[in-house]
């Protein structure tokens, strides 16, 4: 049971570049979500799904855009990369049961460095 | 404005002692509370909650209390062990919105 998926796990880019972060999920999840993780920041979610071709604007959503046309992938994409987009970013999924939709499933993360 | 504190960014404890990981937060709005633990190079996984109706939560060695007057939570680890050491974050739910996430303390269980 893979769980999410994410890839790349690494990616190198260069200030302007524009690049795709994938994310599958195999446990049938209608919730998806996009975070990034920054030292001392925490994890603050960049966008959200609650459905296949649905998607919503999270807490820190500039410079990114997103889409859902399957239930079970998440794409996350940067269309002119910054320095300030160097971060590790982590796909999650999760049920919409009363009180498990909070139970978030991580994927391993993305460590992306933008130069 | 974070509106989830982790105010400690690290904590070190002798192996069998007691680790307590603080949190804090602000919005009195929220009423799910969950912890998630971090090994390096993987992703956050789900640890304990506790909703606001209650102020503990226990789960084998992991215990989490909640006080609500103080806008406080813990996590307890006892006895604590070296598998322990990762980096714990909480996070608090608000009804209808998503999750709110602390910074995180990284723990180190020393043996």
């Known amino acids: 049971n893979a769980g999410v998926t994410q890839t790349p796990k690494f990616r190198v880019l260069k200030t302007g570049q524009s690049m795709t972060l994938l994310c599958a999920q195999d446990m049938n999840h209608e919730y998806m979500y996009w975070y990034r993780q920054d030292p001392g920041m925490g994890l603050r979610l960049i966008h959200y799904?609650?459905?296949?071709?649905?998607?919503a604007k999270g807490e820190v959503p500039d410079g990114y855009n997103v889409s859902r046309l399957k239930k079970q992938n998440f794409l996350l994409g940067l269309e002119s990369a910054a320095p300030s987009q160097t971060s590790v970013y982590f796909c999650?999924?999760?049920?919409?049961?009363?009180?498990?939709?909070?139970?978030?499933?991580f994927g391993s993360g993305t460590q992306l460095s933008v130069l | 404005d974070q509106q989830v504190k982790q105010n400690s960014p690290s904590l070190s404890v002798q192996e069998g002692r007691i680790s307590i990981l603080n949190c804090d937060y602000t919005?009195?709005?929220?009423?799910?509370f969950l912890w998630y633990k971090k090994y390096p190079a993987e992703g956050p996984t789900f640890l304990i909650s506790?909703?606001?109706?209650?102020d503990k939560n226990e789960d084998g060695r992991f215990t989490v209390f909640l006080n609500k007057s103080a806008k406080h939570l813990s996590l307890h680890i006892v006895p604590s062990q070296p598998g322990d050491s990762a980096v714990y974050f909480c996070?608090?739910?608000?009804?209808?919105?998503?999750?709110?996430f602390g910074g995180g303390t990284r723990l180190m269980v020393k043996p």
């Open positions: 999650a999924s999760s049920y919409t049961r009363a009180r498990e939709y909070e139970k978030l499933f």
């Open positions: 996070a608090a739910r608000r009804a209808g919105n998503m999750l709110t």
């Open positions: 799904s609650v459905g296949e071709g649905t998607t």
């Open positions: 919005n009195s709005m929220f009423d799910y």
């Open positions: 506790i909703s606001s109706i209650k």
